[in-house]
């Protein structure tokens, strides 16, 4: 069993700053890629951000120098740093991450709960 729990997520004024956390706990042989989507009220579930394993990153235009993300292989973890918030960035924040559950077997796609972000004055 493997889950993915995030936290950080709530209310913040137009130009204010939050940072998302994840962890993943249970039977984890490993974990490849991990990265945060956003999806917000009638819109298709986006990319956010993206990091591989060793550390390369990936982000749309629409946050590109704004967000960071950033992990913790030990922990299991990663974040997402982000500034110069807008609201158009308010959504539910997911995590994903791609776990390897045995040494010889396929990584499968797991999701975290889910976190509101809500920027408004």
């Known amino acids: 069993q493997v889950q993915l729990v995030e936290s950080g997520g709530g209310l913040v004024q137009p130009g204010g700053s939050l940072r998302l956390s994840c962890a993943a706990s249970?039977?984890?042989?490993?974990?490849?890629?991990m990265g945060w989507y956003r999806q917000a009220p009638g819109k298709q579930r986006e990319l956010v951000a993206a990091?591989?394993?060793?550390?390369?990153?990936n982000y749309p235009g629409s946050v590109k120098g704004r967000f960071t993300i950033s992990r913790d292989n030990a922990r299991g973890t990663v974040y997402l740093q982000m500034n110069s918030l807008k609201p158009e960035d308010t959504a539910v924040y997911y995590c994903?991450?791609?776990?390897?559950?045995?040494?010889?077997?396929?990584?499968?796609?797991?999701w975290g709960q889910g976190t509101q972000v809500t920027v408004s004055s």
């Open positions: 994903n991450a791609a776990i390897r559950t045995t040494r010889w077997g396929s990584p499968y796609d797991y």
């Open positions: 990091i591989t394993s060793v550390g390369s990153t």
């Open positions: 249970g039977s984890i042989e490993s974990i490849n890629d």
